[in-house]
């Protein structure tokens, strides 16, 4: 394969080393490269860095081959989603064999759901050392996204990390995108840790505060694995923003007075209480509102995405610095950050997914981990992941390595969804992601309930009075008083296992988890 | 109080400082600082540690109390589990009305089945960081059993180390067990670590093999808090030990192939594979004997107990390190351990329970995670601590911190329990310890499932075939079959709410998990 014949003159001057400019090419010329069931390394952590170009023109191979009586699958591997158009045209031409580790895409979905997609929902933290070890065989091609190539052949993260570093690393061949939409003077935000090994050869990593450097600016690569540079200027998408509702002040309302108490009783530091984590979200975005208004100042960030709530913190000064692995912005939060790059810069710092959900790091910051939930159940087991036992929706992410080792793990939720159908409190949560180990704090808009050092029976009193829905709470204190009393059989965590899951088989009956009407 | 009136003069030469010496007194006089409503942090993991004599003298104050018509109730904090018949006796006097964070006993277990006792079953590597945190509000008296006092007035551990650091650093008042029938050469064993401290001043702690001395061999404590000091020459209650059965043996067999494959694949370094961590039993110890015929040398060890197996295989050279909380010896291995001290103080660290156990450490190193279950279900959820979803067995223990944060994490389990009538594989577990997510690894003597970046419905198959026994595999196969032909409702994670749990319910209506008889 020769592809420089039909290489494009560079336009761009992103591309400053030479060996690289002659690899610049078109994506159609670029995926040629790769085949029918290779796995396939993608960079994209939310709405940000997925590849603009090499996609559609993947697509369009698929498209070719099947026309040609072909199949033509790949494994797809990424940092988390990529972006939903990336994610939907993979799938509408069931181009997925297996895909791994997250999505939050409705084609997606429905093909995972329907049994024609392979789905592997692992740890964020763990992708990295679980590629490294083999767990997906090679990994034929990886295709990035940098916002451009230095002179010594470095590589420019563009605006999400995630994986890319061991993508780089670990692929046999490489595909780079040179996206010259992104803002030159982006350079410099990320911190690309090259210290993690395999065991038995780790050492610590030193990073005991958020806004520490451990690493380097750039990406490595061996030009002699990279076969394509494409060239692109391709606005990431832009996340959807909502408006904080009242349910979600409400929530964030609690979480805010629950912070003010573990002030007030010497458990947190005043003014800058511990680095905090939180899920995407409308609830995420309505607390983050909420510490804008408080005595807060100074305040870290140790999390996965930044979101535009986020730069109005930073620029009030209630954050100090923000950590990430990815901007997640609307359009106006990208125009935000472009316009005001210097001052952003030295208050956000990108990191490898690896590093900014280590469970070493996150344990020694003290995270005060704030992630949403599709229900918890009476005991504090929370299911963040599968509509009614079954359906996946998203997927774990990297809830649990923050809930699992962070100071303090806290799952927020409106009480019902569908309005009022489903309670979010339910007798037994049929699919578990966050055990009641890891569960120290549940929030509804109802309330607040402080798991700490309860047992089982006393979690469930408090969980139903605090954070069910009035409408829910009778039939949850029957369900538990009637487990409670059951002749020889409560136990610790009192049951009734032939009406454990009462609630989701009644909403599969009838639409409702309600019995009244 | 002046305790001293009382004290008999001191019959040992292992109180080498006349501070402490002044304080000696008897057991009966020491308890009269703990009053009803107290917590009270305890020496002792496993076997090893117990306090002698306190405990019995506490035993009679409660009778004492109540014969007198007064409620006399403790909050008790230990390492892990106590000694059996400490355990007992505290139970049968109804003296526990909180229990954290492990028990292993059948009195104290029918009081948190039956409600009676509270019971806070948590991540053995987050007990000190929540007592420092202040979950369990603060600790009035902490007992500590130890070898001996130094001439400066540091003490010396004796064969357990557990929480005890952090008893006697929280407590308000301290009483100590000074027992000399701990050999007085294990002095030097230990490797109590001070560095630990809240967020946000943690700082890396600089383990990196597992051998490595980051503490200091003694605790200290503040004399002024010291208000009695009890001299008692008691063993150990000595751990049971069982021969490996044929199951356990095939277990340990399929475990030995799996590493073989693992070395021969290059994802395993050869002869010395990574530190292992294992939970107690017979299980653990035929992996451990097995071992020992093999062709590795040099292994090391970084787990929570040293059962009389890891002294053999330390001798044999098998083992070349091996690091802990505690012992948990046989009479006939604290005989072999104290006759040849000198050698295995060279091969064997026993540190705190917060180090042993922790999360950083335990994912740097690399653990290979083995630890027992009651059950898993068909997609790799495991559940390590309650019979039938309601009844406690022990607890979580640590296998959490290992499983959560290890390099491979394993679950074994004979296929069966009750002579057949329980089937360890089940369509759901009705309560979750570890999540799919921790679950790599699922071995019964049928066979070793490897469901290592498997999606749901390809671990169901693999743990269908490969570890259930024969007689429930149909069954299964027919609930899983059916689940996934569900219309419209398969999705991700197959499963019938209304049938989830029918293995379970039909042992609790019938006696046995079979249809057949």
Redesign the interface.
């Known amino acids: 394969m020769n592809i420089q014949i039909s290489a494009p003159a560079s336009q761009s001057s992103r591309i400053r080393n030479s060996v690289f400019l002659q690899k610049v090419t078109v994506a159609e010329e670029a995926v040629k490269v790769i085949g029918h069931g290779d796995t396939v390394a993608v960079s994209g952590f939310a709405s940000a860095g997925t590849p603009k170009a090499i996609i559609p023109a993947l697509v369009g191979r698929i498209h070719a081959a099947r026309a040609a009586g072909s199949n033509f699958t790949i494994d797809l591997l990424t940092g988390a989603s990529v972006s939903t158009e990336t994610e939907r045209m993979l799938a509408e031409v069931d181009g997925i064999a297996?895909r791994?580790p997250y999505q939050a895409e409705s084609t997606a979905r429905q093909k995972?759901?329907?049994?024609r997609m392979?789905?592997?929902?692992?740890?964020l933290s763990h992708v990295a050392q679980?590629v490294w070890?083999?767990?997906?065989g090679p990994v034929d091609v990886a295709v990035v996204e940098v916002a451009g190539i230095t002179e010594t052949g470095e590589l420019i993260p563009s605006a999400s990390v995630g994986n890319n570093k061991t993508w780089l690393d670990v692929a046999e061949k490489v595909i780079l995108e040179v996206n010259s939409w992104v803002p030159d003077a982006m350079d410099g935000i990320h911190d690309i840790y090259y210290g993690t090994a395999?065991?038995?050869h780790?050492?610590?990593?030193?990073l005991?505060?958020v806004e520490d450097r451990i690493g380097q600016p750039h990406y490595r690569v061996d030009p002699g694995k990279v076969i394509a540079v494409v060239e692109t200027n391709a606005p990431d998408s832009a996340s959807p923003l909502t408006a904080p509702d009242a349910v979600s002040e409400a929530i964030a309302a609690h979480v805010l007075e629950f912070f003010d108490n573990e002030v007030r009783?010497?458990?947190l530091?005043e003014n800058?209480l511990?680095?905090l984590q939180a899920g995407i979200g409308n609830v995420a975005n309505a607390v983050l509102g909420g510490l804008d208004r408080g005595p807060y100042r100074g305040l870290t960030c140790y999390s996965e995405v930044i979101q535009d709530g986020m730069l109005h913190l930073i620029k009030h000064g209630t954050v100090r610095f923000a950590s990430a692995t990815a901007l997640a912005l609307s359009e106006a939060g990208i125009a935000e950050l472009t316009s005001n790059i210097d001052f952003y810069r030295e208050h956000i710092r990108l990191r490898p997914q690896e590093i900014s959900n280590?469970?070493?790091v996150v344990?020694?910051?003290?995270i005060i981990a704030m992630n949403g939930m599709l229900e918890a159940d009476i005991y504090g087991?929370v299911n963040s992941t599968?509509?009614?036992?079954?359906?996946?929706m998203n997927g774990?992410g990297g809830s649990?390595d923050f809930a699992?080792?962070g100071?303090l793990s806290m799952f927020l939720s409106p009480s019902t969804a569908k309005n009022g159908a489903i309670s979010s409190i339910v007798p037994?949560t049929?699919?578990?992601?966050?055990?009641e180990?890891d569960t120290q704090v549940v929030v509804t808009e109802q309330g607040l309930a402080d798991l700490?050092?309860?047992?089982p029976?006393?979690r469930s009193r408090v969980i139903i009075e605090r954070c069910a829905h009035p409408e829910f709470r009778p039939l949850l204190t029957d369900y538990v008083e009637r487990?409670?009393a059951?002749p020889g059989?409560?136990?610790?965590?009192?049951?009734l296992?032939?009406e454990?899951?009462s609630f989701?088989?009644r909403y599969?009956a009838t639409g409702t988890m309600r019995t009244f009407h």
């Open positions: 297996l791994m995972i759901n329907a049994g392979d789905y592997v929902d692992i740890h679980q070890e083999g767990y997906y395999l065991p038995p780790r050492r610590p990593i030193e005991t505060d009783r010497g458990r530091p800058t511990l680095p280590h469970p070493e344990r020694r910051l003290g087991n599968h509509v009614m036992g079954t359906k996946i774990i649990g699992r080792n100071y037994m049929p699919h578990v992601d966050h055990t180990h700490r050092g309860l047992s029976r006393r487990a409670q059951a059989a409560a136990g610790h965590t009192p049951h296992l032939g454990a899951f989701h088989q599969l």
